[in-house]
């Protein structure tokens, strides 16, 4: 099992394939991938996108995915690290994948330099919710989350 950092020289027309037939439920809320999407989010600065991925007999099986992004507060010059979305495909879960997923982010925002990592999961989803409390958190809170749909 091995997590990748995917980059613009990466097949990203066959990530995204893999993406798209992968399994995946409710729980992680996928949409359908396209390439140029996420060519145009590799290309933003400081974008980070992982895939955990298995070599077997057959081929290599995608087990999981993450999106996240190096911020800066607007003060102190302080750069932290906000995890948008950490998926592991519903028939791949309960093999550490996930842990794998997240102890690489974590590591990543070690190296370069942030002063922390910031990620939310609803209160329901008690499998993300167990596997983030399994990493030691140094604090969890209750956040109530709102969004704004735009005409757009």
Known sequence: ???EKVT???DLDALVSQINKASW???NEVSDYDADSLKAYLERQD???LVCRESTEEGT???GIASSRI???PYGKELWLYVDEVDVCSNQRKRSAGKLIMNTLIDMA???GCCEVWLGAEAD???ANALYLSLDPDEVTSVTGYTYETDE
């Open 47 to 49: 974008t980070i996108f």
């Open 110 to 112: 070690e190296d370069m």
């Open 8 to 10: 613009l020289e990466d």
């Open 61 to 63: 099986v995608l087990l």
């Open 25 to 27: 439920d409710d729980a």
């Open 125 to 127: 989803n008690i499998a």
């Open 1 to 3: 099992m091995i997590v």
């Open 71 to 73: 911020e800066l507060k």
